[in-house]
Every structure is written in C-alpha cells, then in structure tokens.
C-alpha cells in the first residue's frame, strides 16, 4: 500500500512560479512510476507529468518547457516545479503512483494508476 501527501500548493499571479511536493510512504515498488495529474472544476481529470523508476520524464504538451518533473529517492519525495504559471494552470494538482506502466506512452492515463494524493490547490490569477 503507498500514500502519497502533496503539499506546496498556493495562489500566485501570472508568470510566476511554484514547487509542488509529493511524500510518498510505503510499499517502494508500487510507486516506481509516479506522475502529476490536475483536475480543474468541470473538467476531467488530465495528466501534467510523469517519471519512471529509471528517469525517464513524459509531459502534457500543454506544460512541456514550462514545467519540472523530479524525484528525490532519499527522501521519497516527488516534485513539480511549475514556472510561467498562466490561469489555465488552475486546478487541484494531484501525485499518482503505480508499479508499472506497461505502455510508457500511456503514462496520462488516470486509470494506469492505483495510488492517488488528495491534492493540493494551485490558483493562478491575472
């Protein structure tokens, strides 16, 4: 079983920029994929960004260059750091996590994970 916290979640004007973190506890081969996914009010649930156990980063086309995905194994902790932030980047950013992807390119996919946070709000105004 893994649990995921995330934290780092604020307001912030256009353009700026914040550091989303992910704690994750448990099981360690069940979170060797985790990913970022943000679920804005009225809309589904979309993947942001992914890491795999071996590095390997994917990202939504609508963040590429704008937005970090890392990990820190010794702290089993995910991040996402979020710069030129725009009000579509408004929504509750969620840490999901699984053992395995068996298609990498399927990593946006809500229903590839079985590990979720609760969230963390990010609110960006003009």
Request: proline fraction near 2%.
């Amino acid at each position: 079983q893994v649990q995921l916290v995330e934290s780092g979640g604020g307001s912030v004007q256009v353009g700026g920029s914040l550091r989303l973190s992910c704690e994750a506890s448990g099981d360690p081969y069940s979170r060797r994929f985790m990913a970022w996914f943000r679920q804005a009010p009225g809309k589904e649930r979309e993947g942001v960004a992914a890491i795999a156990s071996d590095g390997s980063k994917r990202y939504a086309e609508s963040v590429q260059g704008r937005f970090t995905i890392s990990k820190d194994n010794a702290k089993n902790t995910l991040y996402l750091q979020m710069n030129s932030l725009t009000p579509e980047d408004t929504a509750m950013y969620y840490c999901a996590a699984d053992a395995y992807i068996a298609y990498l390119g399927n990593w946006y996919l809500k229903y590839e994970y079985k590990s979720w946070g609760q969230g963390t709000q990010v609110t960006v105004s003009s």
